[in-house]
């Protein structure tokens, strides 16, 4: 059961990572990030980062004897440990893409609710006016990155107008992401 949980974690991850260079749509270099997430024997080997055309995520790298190499391949080499990967997805967060795309970022929100309609609680009235009617409202995690409906646990939603991901327990706030991943798309 562990192993299938770690291997779970590695495919989480990885697709994480995957949305953020698909965001970003280009070639990483790894000196823009604040720190380098590999570990020490390797990261000077490691240079940029990418997706091929099957979108597998690629090291570019100055090994002696390859110039690139499989994420995957580096995870199970052990060349980045789990904290590694998840600092690696909280720095690419910070990567401004091509076209000034902006990272998906929640930026949070404290003291402010949604109403709704008088009559019918479900009829939400976001603090930018959007309404279910006009530009509705869609199920999405606490990055505010949208999920598929449907799911047992689901109570956040994100206004398809202004961004702010709201509650559905008791209509709070909880922040806004102008630029969520779309885990449907
Ligand atoms: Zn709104």
């Known amino acids: ?62 090994f002696t004897d390859t110039t690139e190499k499989l994420l995957r391949i580096c995870i199970s080499d052990l060349e980045i440990d789990f904290f590694g990967l998840l600092d690696l997805l909280e720095l690419l967060k910070g990567v401004e893409g091509k076209n000034g795309v902006l990272p998906s970022i929640l930026q949070p929100v404290t003291g402010e609710y949604i109403t709704h309609e008088q009559q019918d ?30 799911n047992d646990g689901e109570y956040l939603y ?7 991901v709201i509650n559905d327990r008791n209509l709070q706030v909880i922040g806004i992401n102008l630029n969520p991943n779309n885990e449907e798309g």
């Open 1 to 62: 059961m562990l192993k299938a949980g770690l291997l779970d974690f590695v495919e989480e991850i990885i697709y994480s990572l995957t949305c953020e260079l698909q965001r970003i749509s280009r070639r990483v270099e790894i000196a823009e990030l604040k720190f380098h997430p590999f570990n020490d024997q390797v990261s000077i080997y490691i240079d940029a980062m990418r997706l091929d055309e099957n979108a597998e995520i690629i090291l570019d790298t100055s």
């Open 121 to 150: 609680r479900e009829l939400w009235v976001c603090v930018c006016g959007n309404m279910p009617n006009y530009n509705g409202f869609y199920a999405c995690d606490e990055d505010g990155d949208l999920i598929e409906p449907g």
């Open 158 to 164: 994100r206004c398809n107008y202004c961004g702010r």
